[in-house]
Each structure stands twice: as structure tokens, then as C-alpha cells.
């Protein structure tokens, strides 16, 4: 094992008794995760001027920070070919997603990087998300990125024992819209959850997500979804604008089958005020797009298409933060042959729920090895995987 993971290693093994007991974490928060700080740079200059010698802060994801490059090239060189494909990999624990048993063989495995809790309780989840972190310190493997449907329409069903919120179409001022996320972001950060899959910004057309986000109140719905992820990321969370470029208006339901926008892509209007204020996440829909000279998906999902990621999300809307895949085992996406590989390759950094995870790491692997264009492409998708574990304290 290279020297900074062997380094990492024994920080945890020496320090571990006084980590766990550091007043500044949540009780739930690994000791790995505050251990492995002790491998950063020193004198780290933070886009807000601010300046330290162990951590970087979430606001610095999206800046010009030359420290914050060379921590990640740093740790990135640290890891060998299978851990850089895991850190692409976001599997699922709980009651909808794989048993516990199996994904703490994965995590032992080194196959994935990252993990959705859904559907479980806060207790449940709380202790999962530690002995997890136990498991990846004690193999040298960087910490995850653990994620949540945690919106308000959800997140009383998805996180059973969580703070009761209403959802999000019964709520009815800016005022509650930066309540429930603040409510909800304590719940998370007193779980572990450091990445929310929220706030729905698609209008409120469509029966499958349109109670879930803002917009029934059309001339609310980006500014209260703008306030939602400001709160979020102020308790060093994550937020995800989902489901782009645009599930609202489409009749069906992305979890059963493929659903084609025709025409005119409306919805994403909803996005560019959001990218500018910050947003660090946006998971691509499974959403063909038809009859649209510019962005024709060619009967495939969004998530496989680059012409959608990397062309409209990245290049002309300059969006620079995560981007993750609505989870792979959804009718949308189901049927469509090497669909991890061909997410990566549209320009997604995290592929959620991939159907097996043995064969979609062993897929990306292979490729990644025989295929230059392509290692550079899962390079570039885990150094920034790797930005935002730094940036959120973990590292």
C-alpha cells in the first residue's frame, strides 16, 4: 500500500480513542473521518479568506484554490486503479436498497466509494454509517460520501424517527422552506449523512415527482429551491437539483420506463440560477429527449447521453459540481446495455444503484484499463469525488 495510505492507517490506529471523543464532531462521526485530516497540507487558504492548517470547507468545492488541487491530486495518486473506479460507485442499504451483509462485503471489497441509506430508521442508519466508517479506516480506503432521499415529501418515510416536516407542497413561505431544511440537515448531520439527494426542482406537471419539490408555486419554485440548498450546504450537506433536465412535464413515471421529452427542453430554465448560487450536485434524470435538433438523445436516457451532461449541463451551462445518475436499476435506464460505462463516458461522476455492482466495477475497470479517453474521463469523475471529501471535512 502506498505510503499515504499506510500513514492514514496508523494515524487512525494511534489516534482513535482521542478522535472519538472530539467535542467538534457529531457522536455518530467516525474517528477516521477526523484521522485522516492529519495527512493535509498545512496553511490552506479557503475561498472565504479564511485560512487553516487541517481542513478545507465545503464552499471551497467550486473555487480556484491551488491547495485544495494539490490535496486532491495528493490522495488521488495515493490510490490504486480499483479504489479510483470504487469512488464512482454509490450503492444502497436499507430496506430498498441491498442487505447489510452485502455491502459490508463490498466495502470490504474496496468496490464502492460511496452509499445510500434508504429507507430505514434514524437509529439504524446512524449505527450503520459508523461501523461502515470503521471498516474503510481499518482497510486504508478513503471515507464515503453517504447520501439520502431526504426530501421534504420524503424523508419521514424514507428516514423513519427523523423530525416531522411537511412536504413539500404544503409548505407555504420562504420562511418554512428554510425550516424544514435546516430540520432536516440536523437530522442528517446527526446521522452521518453528508450528501442529500434534494430539493425536487422539476414543475409540478407530472404525478410521480410533482409533490415533491416547489413546484406548485411556479413563481416560487426557484427561489424556495435556491433558499432549500443554501440551508443545506450552511450544515456542510450536500444538495442535489434533481431531476434534470427536466422530469415535470413528461407524462410516465422513470421508474417503470423510459419517459421522452418532445420537443423543447422547458424545465431547464429551472436551472441556471441555482448553478450560480452554488449548487454542488445535479442528478441527471432518465429522460430521453426527441424532436430537439440540439439535444436529441437518440432513444436513449439523459444520464447515458453526453450531448446532455457534458454538452448542455457542463458546457453551456458551466455547471462545475458532482453529478450523479438517477439510480440505475430504474425502468428508464434498465434495458439499456452497458449503461455504467456509458453514463461515465456522458460525463456522470457517481453512478447510483448500479443492478451489480461485481460487474459494473469489473465493467468500468476493464475499460479503464484498455481505454486511454476513457481512464481519463473516470480520473477526472474521481478527483472530483475526492474535491468534495475534502472539502466536506472527511479527508
Not at 278 to 306: E, F, R, W
Not at 311 to 319: G, I, P, S, T, Y
Request: charged share 20%.
Amino acid at each position: 500500500m502506498k505510503k499515504y495510505l499506510l500513514l492514514k492507517f496508523c494515524s487512525v490506529f494511534f489516534l482513535f480513542p482521542a478522535c472519538s471523543q472530539d467535542p467538534n464532531a457529531s457522536s455518530n462521526t467516525a474517528p477516521a473521518a477526523t484521522n485522516l485530516k492529519e495527512n493535509k497540507p498545512k496553511g490552506v487558504v479557503h475561498s472565504n479568506g479564511t485560512t487553516g492548517e487541517n481542513a478545507f470547507v465545503l464552499s471551497d468545492f467550486l473555487s480556484e484554490n491551488s491547495s485544495l488541487d494539490a490535496s486532491v491530486d495528493r490522495i488521488f495518486s495515493s490510490l490504486d486503479e480499483k479504489q479510483i473506479v470504487a469512488q464512482l460507485l454509490m450503492s444502497a442499504v436499507g430496506r430498498a436498497g441491498l442487505e447489510r451483509a452485502t455491502i459490508e462485503r463490498y466495502v470490504r471489497e474496496g468496490l464502492i466509494g460511496n452509499l445510500l441509506m434508504l429507507n430505514g430508521t434514524k437509529a439504524e442508519f446512524t449505527e450503520m454509517i459508523s461501523s461502515f466508517n470503521q471498516i474503510t479506516a481499518s482497510k486504508g480506503y478513503l471515507p464515503f460520501l453517504y447520501s439520502a432521499d431526504a426530501e421534504p415529501s420524503l424523508v419521514n418515510r424514507k428516514i423513519t424517527g427523523s423530525k416531522t416536516v411537511k412536504k413539500a407542497v404544503e409548505i407555504n413561505s420562504l420562511e418554512e422552506v428554510i425550516g424544514t431544511a435546516q430540520s432536516i440537515s440536523q437530522d442528517l448531520n446527526d446521522i452521518g449523512i453528508n450528501y442529500n439527494f434534494a430539493p425536487v426542482v422539476d414543475v409540478a406537471g407530472n404525478a410521480t415527482v410533482g409533490y415533491r419539490g416547489f413546484g406548485s408555486k411556479k413563481e416560487e419554485l426557484i427561489s424556495w429551491s435556491d433558499a432549500f440548498i443554501q440551508e443545506t450546504q450552511k450544515h456542510n450537506i450536500v444538495a442535489t437539483a434533481k431531476h434534470f433536465p427536466g422530469h415535470g412535464l413528461v407524462t410516465g413515471d422513470t421508474h417503470t420506463a423510459l419517459q421522452t421529452i418532445d420537443g423543447e427542453l422547458k424545465e431547464i430554465v429551472n436551472y441556471p440560477t441555482l448553478i450560480k448560487n452554488g449548487v454542488l450536485s445535479v442528478m441527471i434524470g432518465h429522460l430521453a429527449v426527441k424532436n430537439n435538433k440540439k439535444y436529441n438523445t437518440n432513444g436513449l436516457p439523459a444520464t447515458c447521453s453526453k450531448t446532455i451532461v457534458t454538452d448542455l449541463l457542463v458546457n453551456e451551462m458551466k455547471f462545475k459540481g458532482l453529478i450523479v445518475t438517477d439510480a440505475m436499476n430504474m425502468g428508464g435506464v434498465l434495458k439499456v446495455p452497458n449503461s455504467t460505462v456509458r453514463s461515465i463516458q456522458a460525463g456522470c461522476h457517481i453512478i447510483l444503484m448500479p443492478v451489480d455492482v461485481v460487474k459494473a466495477h469489473s465493467e468500468v475497470l476493464t475499460k479503464y484499463k484498455a481505454d486511454p479517453a476513457f481512464k481519463a474521463t473516470v480520473d477526472a469523475a474521481a478527483k472530483k469525488v475526492i474535491r468534495m471529501k475534502l472539502c466536506l471535512g472527511l479527508l
